[in-house]
């Protein structure tokens, strides 16, 4: 089964940036997406963004316009570059794959078929 395997968390102050990266075991189906999640303290998982098998790339309102999500085929690594960093943004960040066919940003998550174990991030003021 494919493994992924998410990195780059940590602490930074408001405003600051940070990388994360996702590693995949194996080559990941061609007709996957792949997406990132996060999970605060008390919240449900949100979808954050996606790149689409076709290389269709979407954000949620919550993180347009700060984060950037890119993919690296030859190396099988999905990243998030995450800038202007608020408090809010303090979570738990998964990486997934699978299907993305979803109505809302919520439900994304029920298409995916394998999840990493989540790096965290801490937003501090």
């Known amino acids: 089964a494919v493994r992924l395997v998410e990195s780059g968390g940590g602490s930074v102050q408001a405003g600051g940036s940070l990388r994360l990266s996702c590693a995949a075991s194996?080559?990941?189906?061609?007709?996957?997406?792949m997406a990132w999640f996060r999970q605060a303290a008390g919240k449900e998982r949100e979808g954050l963004a996606v790149?689409?098998?076709?290389?269709?790339?979407g954000y949620a309102d919550s993180v347009k316009g700060r984060f950037t999500i890119s993919k690296d085929n030859a190396e099988n690594t999905l990243y998030l570059q995450m800038n202007s960093l608020k408090l809010e943004d303090t979570a738990l960040y998964y990486c997934?794959?699978?299907?993305?066919?979803?109505?809302?940003?919520?439900?994304?998550?029920?298409?995916?078929?394998?999840w990493g174990k989540g790096t965290l991030v801490t937003i501090s003021s």
């Open positions: 194996e080559y990941i189906s061609a007709t996957y997406c």
């Open positions: 997934a794959a699978g299907r993305c066919r979803a109505d809302t940003w919520q439900a994304l998550q029920y298409g995916m078929a394998y």
């Open positions: 790149v689409d098998s076709d290389g269709t790339i």
